[in-house]
T-cell receptor, first 112, second 114 residues
Framework: LAKTTQPISMDSYEGQEVNITCSHN???????ITWYQQFPSQGPRFIIQ???TKVTNEVASLFIPADRKSSTLSLPRVSLSDTAVYYC?????????????FGKGTKLSVIP | EAQVTQNPRYLITVTGKKLTVTCSQN?????MSWYRQDPGLGLRQIYY???????DKGDVPEGYKVSRKEKRNFPLILESPSPNQTSLYFC?????????????FGPGTRLTVL
């Protein structure tokens, strides 16, 4: 059973900033929030991970509020190649935390 | 090149005929796992392994077996496949102390059981 809740789908025009929000109502203290991207017929690919506040890399930004009950993946100026399914996960960092649970993800469609 | 490989990439078989899907990684990762992906259900974890000879069940282990005799290999075994195991399968690996950081996924194996 997925631990997180996220929208099933989103549409965006090319060049716009896209924000995908995920709910983490029961996140554990030692869990990290991790986002993966999956293109059709390919395995998921790690995008970004954070614990609290804001994390930015060359691909995306991740915003996590102080209460950690939600997270927002921000994709700046999307292009057609960003059309994919995006998954948010809660991943434990403690001893014995090796099971990963993916939800259904958010299907992002970028429109020309 | 650091990668996770799976074989075969595509397989059509019949009910009851034992099959093995191989998974190999060249990154010296300790952690490996198998997922299946079905339309509308996302990815569901089948089994995972924290190290050689150490395996544990994921969310949907019924009908599957795994073994981890070598660090680099983690085969998925279907002793008696059934049509409800028709799915897209992914193998993944990560360094043990970074399992919460990044999983590296293979290209997938599309299995059809008739």
């Amino acid at each position: 059973l997925a631990k997180t809740t996220q929208p099933i789908s989103m549409d965006s025009y090319e060049g716009q900033e896209v924000n995908i929000t995920c709910s983490h109502n029961n996140i554990a203290t030692n869990d990290y929030i991790t986002w993966y991207q999956q293109f059709p017929s390919q395995g998921p690919r790690f995008i970004i991970q954070g614990y609290k506040t804001k994390v930015t890399n060359e691909v995306a930004s991740l915003f996590i509020p102080a209460d950690r009950k939600s997270s927002t993946l921000s994709l700046p100026r999307v292009s057609l190649s960003d059309t994919a399914v995006y998954y948010c996960l809660e991943v434990g960092s403690g001893a014995g935390s090796y099971q990963l649970t993916f939800g259904k993800g958010t299907k992002l469609s970028v429109i020309p | 090149e650091a990668q996770v490989t799976q074989n075969p990439r595509y397989l059509i078989t019949v009910t009851g005929k034992k099959l093995t899907v191989t998974c190999s990684q060249n990154m010296n990762h300790e952690y490996m796992s198998w997922y299946r992906q079905d339309p509308g259900l996302g990815l569901r974890q089948i089994y995972y392994s924290m190290n050689v000879e150490v395996t544990d069940k994921g969310d949907v282990p019924e009908g599957y077996k795994v073994s981890r005799k070598e660090k680099r290999n983690f085969p998925l075994i279907l002793e008696s496949p059934s049509p409800n195991q028709t799915s897209l399968y992914f193998c993944a690996s990560s360094a043990r102390d970074r399992v919460y950081n990044e999983q590296f996924f293979g290209p997938g194996t599309r299995l059809t059981v008739l």
